[in-house]
Structure formats: structure tokens, C-alpha cells
């Protein structure tokens, strides 16, 4: 259940009142939801090797290709998410301190993970019906940064202290 409010107010951000709520969820569930989206997006490379019927992925027993596909394609692909999503939020930090705003790394980590939802659905649902390639994920960086930027203007700015 705590899934898929996660999921309905990732789609609603920037939203104020569901980047709030995004914000009480623990990190915990963050990377729950991150590897569920992470498998989602996987899915269209997943359809692509079971129905190849030439190569190396033909001959292969389901078992092994799944296993494979596990070890050497999923795994793999969370990891550099996961190190993506780090970098957003490192370059999350250094504008919010620009910004003189109140907002730490691991709030801008979990913020940019959920702003990855739209992104990876869609290019989900676009690899479905046609064949791209892994690096248009690449786009969703862009995307990521300008809602991470839109999301740090609504955290109030720090007092200076005299």
C-alpha cells in the first residue's frame, strides 16, 4: 500500500503537499520502489532475449536466461541508477547551496528518485512498442535535474546567522 502512494505522489511532484509526504517515507521504501522501477524498465530487454530466435539467448534454457539477464543486465542497471540518482542529488546540494536552501543529500536522493517515475514508465512503455536503446534513460537525467531544482525552491532558505 505504502508502494503505491509512493507511486501516486511521484507522479503529482513538484507538488508541495506530495513532495511532503514523499519526504516521510524511509529510505528503505525508496530503494524498494527504485528496484521495482528499476525491474519495470527492464522488462522490455527481458521480452526482447526471450523472444530472440537466433544467437546466443535462443539456445539458452529459461532458467539460465533469467539468471543471466539477473546477474548480468538488471543488477548492472540499478547499480548505475542508483549511482545516477547520487549524482542528482550531489548536483542537488551544490545548488541548494547556491540557493541558501534547507535541504540535505539524502532528501535530494530520495526526491530524485521518485522524480525518475515519468521517465521510466515512459520510456517503458515506448521500448514496448518500439525497439531503443538503454541510453535514451540517459534523458530522464535532465528531466530529474530541472524538477530537483523546481523542488529545492520550495524548501525555505537558511537564516544567516550573525
Given at each position: 500500500m505504502i508502494l503505491l502512494h509512493a507511486f501516486l505522489n511521484s507522479?503529482?511532484?513538484p507538488n508541495k503537499q506530495a513532495m511532503f509526504k514523499l519526504n516521510r517515507i524511509g529510505m528503505d521504501i525508496t530503494v524498494l520502489y527504485m528496484s521495482i522501477l528499476v525491474l519495470l524498465v527492464s522488462i522490455p530487454s527481458l521480452v526482447d532475449?526471450?523472444?530472440?530466435?537466433?544467437g546466443a539467448s535462443a539456445d539458452v534454457q529459461l532458467f539460465l536466461l533469467f539468471v543471466y539477464f539477473f546477474l548480468f543486465y538488471y543488477?548492472?542497471?540499478i547499480i548505475m541508477v542508483f549511482l545516477l540518482l547520487s549524482l542528482i542529488a550531489y548536483i542537488g546540494t551544490g545548488i541548494s547551496r547556491l540557493m541558501r536552501r534547507k535541504i540535505r543529500f539524502p532528501i535530494l536522493w530520495k526526491m530524485s528518485a521518485y522524480t525518475a517515475t515519468i521517465p521510466f514508465l515512459l520510456y517503458t512503455i515506448i521500448a514496448l512498442i518500439f525497439k531503443i536503446d538503454v541510453m535514451y534513460l540517459w534523458i530522464f537525467l535532465i528531466y530529474s535535474i530541472l524538477f530537483i531544482v523546481k523542488i529545492i525552491t520550495i524548501y525555505p532558505k537558511r537564516k544567516i546567522r550573525k
Open positions: 507522479v503529482k511532484l532475449r526471450l523472444t530472440a530466435t537466433g543488477l548492472p542497471l
